[in-house]
Nanobody
Framework: QVQLVESGGGFVQPGGSLRLSCVASQRTWNQYTTTWFRQAPGKEREFVAAYRPNNSNPYYADSVKGRFTISRDSAKNTMYLQMNSLKADDTGVYYC??????????????????WGQGTQVTVSA
């Protein structure tokens, strides 16, 4: 079981930036798909960005392409989500997750068994 701890959320005005961090209790990048999800109030949890194992090419939801950047530091067992040009629609609780989903299902939250506690991001004027 991989333990995950997110941090970096907060309150920001539209157009602002935040960087989220997710620290894993063990090495994950070469074994697991590592993913960011988010959940807005009253909505389902949705895919944001991910790395597949042993693949340096990230995947992004269309809604965040060009604004968000996923990255990782293997030495620190840490994954990041740099969020720029934030919009009110980006508001929600952001979660990191790791798992071994097949390629066709890695954008679905049900494919993951290891989750962090989440960090709140609020974008408002």
């Amino acid at each position: 079981q991989v333990q995950l701890v997110e941090s970096g959320g907060g309150f920001v005005q539209p157009g602002g930036s935040l960087r989220l961090s997710c620290v894993a209790s063990q090495r994950t990048w070469n074994q697991y798909t590592t993913t960011w999800f988010r959940q807005a109030p009253g909505k389902e949890r949705e895919f944001v960005a991910a790395y597949r194992p042993n693949n340096s090419n990230p995947y992004y939801a269309d809604s965040v392409k060009g604004r968000f950047t996923i990255s990782r530091d293997s030495a620190k067992n840490t994954m990041y989500l740099q969020m720029n040009s934030l919009k009110a629609d980006d508001t929600g609780v952001y979660y990191c997750a790791v798992g071994r989903p097949i390629l066709s299902s890695f954008r679905g939250p049900s494919a993951y068994g290891n989750w962090g506690q989440g960090t709140q991001v609020t974008v408002s004027a």
